[in-house]
């Protein structure tokens, strides 16, 4: 027998036996009375202590019914059930936890061979579904980093088998709430609101490691019970993981790229592993790590850098160099990231009157703006007047840029590519009319935290004449604001390329002298066309939806699995691909290539990788426990408030006895 609600009967017995022991050691005292004999009275002898405020109370069969009335109903609190009772829920959610730890090879099977978790959680479900009674209803139901329906409820033996039979794995994360939720709307789609005695549960088929989640695991509205898949909580779990991979070009040397790589271990033995770097296929580096054992508060972790001089960009990889007989989990074994070829910004300065610069021209803001932006070394720096520039917008002339820069240009139409703007808006930031004041006013506030602003400081810049934001496009923030507006804005739409705005001319500040200016620029056009150190690489975790940009034939990418993308044709003349989401780890290249490069798919998940299981599941407010078998627990609290009446009935009648005698 267990208890599904053990700690409301630990409250209920700490409450109600004080109080019964009270109830027997507090006695009325009674007025004395003065008679003329007791011989009438032979048990006065015995009853002195009616007097004694505090008596210890003496063995009586009244107070054994208390107790065992007191028992029965603390015992019913605690929902106390029959587990491995044999009994058949006549409605039975099945939920599958095919996330990646479930995929680590240290499932039970009958015959002993090497299988995983999975294949033990769809062979345990099997039998479940095959000892059912005639009529039982079954729901199949997958958990990954979100909950998928794969059978509704139904009777249909073989169809509930089939759907078992189609649970496939993935490399995603588990989370456990949407199945939760998925379960309630089945249940209450068939009649089940609330839990109750109707014969409704979800089983969960699991290993029981859950990472945290932000959303609340509601009850589905039945009996939850917890089938836990693979070794004990205590077991020794053998596993290396790659859990963090991140490429940075050097700051002096932008061909050398560091790749960092942590790796986890899951066993409570340090383990010393080979990790190999390679590049498109070529080994580059391999050497050894030494990763210590886990603790119980964490598994151990090592980090490793690698440095290679790539400025063409290219497929790293980094493997470790396993027992694949030991290692339970293959999907984190490798993790792959595109390395972005080192190539010059090309840059499109749009300004009024531009012209070729004269040795004697004056000097002033605009050029000044021009020798910065020629000091970032683009591959291609061209300055136009507005005029030529509209002609190129309509020509399509602007796809051979990589960014352009408005000196005081406000644009018809927003262009194709990642814009700077400098005292005038684009379409999607657009400003108003300007302060009418000359006198030139401190920045008042600026975003620290901001990749643009984060290594410069803005005290000591002014500016005049500043317009204000119009609109209130939530796309925009603002990143430095101005006594009376913003200063700064930045919008990043979802599927539009990158913009900064800054709403002041630079010949109204002096903001162009300030040692910070270039290196405003240099963060702004790392940002804006993602080539910054920071954005060396291009990779995808397996919840992350995938899209690629290139041209050719349409292609499809071959990896783990078979991909065929959705296209969407960019204004640029490119085309984007996009994938989706995918849920297996590995490498994915385009058959025919054309331009579209190949796209890294990473797992890159340390609560997976711990390979951990658990014997409990925290639903709401209730700790389910995995009784071990698969048979429906019976709750019997319904028959402790049935006994306790009965000996309440039987209490009031000796109590009635004694009275009468």
């Not at 006065?44 to 008596?55: E, K």
């Not at 596993?239 to 050398?256: C, F, I, K, Y």
């Amino acid at each position: 027998m267990s208890f599904l609600a053990p700690t409301s009967a630990i409250v209920a017995a700490a409450i109600v036996f004080p109080l019964l022991g009270v109830l027997y050691l507090l006695k009325l005292r009674r007025r004395p009375v003065r008679v003329s004999s007791i011989m009438l009275w032979p048990a006065s002898a015995t009853d002195v202590q009616v007097n004694v405020p505090l008596a210890p109370p003496r063995p009586s069969f009244l107070l054994l019914l208390h107790l065992l009335i007191a028992a029965a109903l603390v015992m019913a609190v605690g929902r106390p059930v029959l587990l491995d009772s044999g009994d058949r829920a006549a409605r039975t959610i099945v939920l599958i936890d095919r996330s990646a730890s479930m995929s680590a090879m240290d499932g039970a099977s009958p015959g002993g061979e090497r299988v995983s978790r999975l294949a033990e959680a769809t062979r345990r479900a099997r039998e479940l579904v095959s000892k059912a009674p005639d009529g039982s209803a079954f729901g199949v139901v997958s958990i990954a980093a979100d909950a998928q329906i794969v059978q509704e409820l139904t009777a249909d033996r073989a169809a509930v088998l089939a759907a078992i039979d189609g649970v496939t794995p993935t490399d995603q994360p588990g989370d456990l709430a949407p199945a939760m939720e998925v379960a309630r709307a089945i249940l209450a789609a068939s009649g089940q609101e609330a839990e109750s005695e109707s014969g409704a549960e979800v089983l969960v088929f699991s290993d029981g490691s859950f990472a945290g989640t932000s959303r609340e695991l509601r009850s589905p509205g039945a009996t939850v019970r917890l089938v836990r898949c693979g070794p004990g909580a205590d077991a020794d779990k053998v596993n290396l993981g790659v859990v963090v991979l991140s490429a940075r070009r050097d700051a002096d040397d932008a061909g050398l790229v560091h790749l960092f790589a942590k790796i986890e271990n899951a066993s409570r033995e340090a383990r010393a592993v080979p990790l190999r770097f390679a590049v498109d296929g070529a080994v580059v580096e391999t050497r050894s790590i030494e990763v210590p054992g886990s603790t119980e508060e964490a598994p151990g972790e090592s980090g490793l850098v690698f440095s290679a001089k790539v400025p063409a960009g290219g497929l790293a990889t980094v493997t470790l160099l396993v027992d694949d007989q030991r290692d339970l989990l293959a999907s984190d074994n490798t993790a792959a990231t595109r390395l972005l070829p080192d190539v010059p910004l090309k840059m499109l300065l749009v300004r009024q009157g531009a012209t070729a610069r004269a040795a004697d021209a004056p000097v002033g803001a605009g050029f000044l703006l021009s020798d910065a932006l020629e000091e970032l070394r683009p591959a291609e720096f061209r300055t136009v007047p507005p005029e030529m520039y509209e002609t190129m917008q309509r020509a399509g002339e602007l796809r051979f840029f990589d960014l352009v820069v408005f000196d005081g240009v406000s644009p018809r139409e927003a262009p194709p590519i990642p814009s700077l703007s400098f005292g005038a808006g684009v379409p999607g930031i657009e400003l108003g009319g300007r302060d009418s004041g000359e006198e030139a006013k401190p920045v008042q506030s600026w975003v620290r935290s901001n990749v643009l602003l984060r290594d410069i400081t803005l005290d000591g810049v002014v500016a005049a004449r500043v317009p204000s934001l119009r609109g209130d496009d939530k796309s925009v923030q603002v990143i430095a604001r101005g006594e009376r507006s913003p200063l700064i804005m930045q919008s990043r739409a979802a599927d539009g390329p990158r913009r900064v705005v800054v709403a002041f001319a630079l010949e109204n500040s002096n903001w162009p002298l300030q040692p910070g200016f270039p290196i405003f620029l240099k963060a702004a056009s790392d940002w804006l066309t993602a080539r910054g150190a920071d954005a060396a690489s291009v990779q995808f975790l397996t919840t992350q939806a995938a899209s690629v940009e290139g041209s050719g034939a349409f292609p499809v990418f071959e990896g783990p699995l078979t991909i065929r993308p959705r296209e969407q044709v960019l204004a640029s003349g490119q085309r984007r691909l996009a994938l989706g989401v995918i849920d297996r780890a590995g490498v994915y290249t385009p058959n025919p290539a054309g331009t579209f490069p190949p796209v890294a798919v990473n797992l890159l998940d340390a609560h997976e990788s711990a390979v951990a299981t658990s014997d409990t599941l925290r639903v709401g407010s209730r700790t389910i426990s995995a009784p071990g078998g698969a048979s429906r627990p019976r709750e019997i609290w319904p028959w402790l408030i049935l006994l306790a009446a009965g000996l309440l009935a039987l209490e009031w009648i000796f109590f009635a006895r004694s009275a009468r005698l």
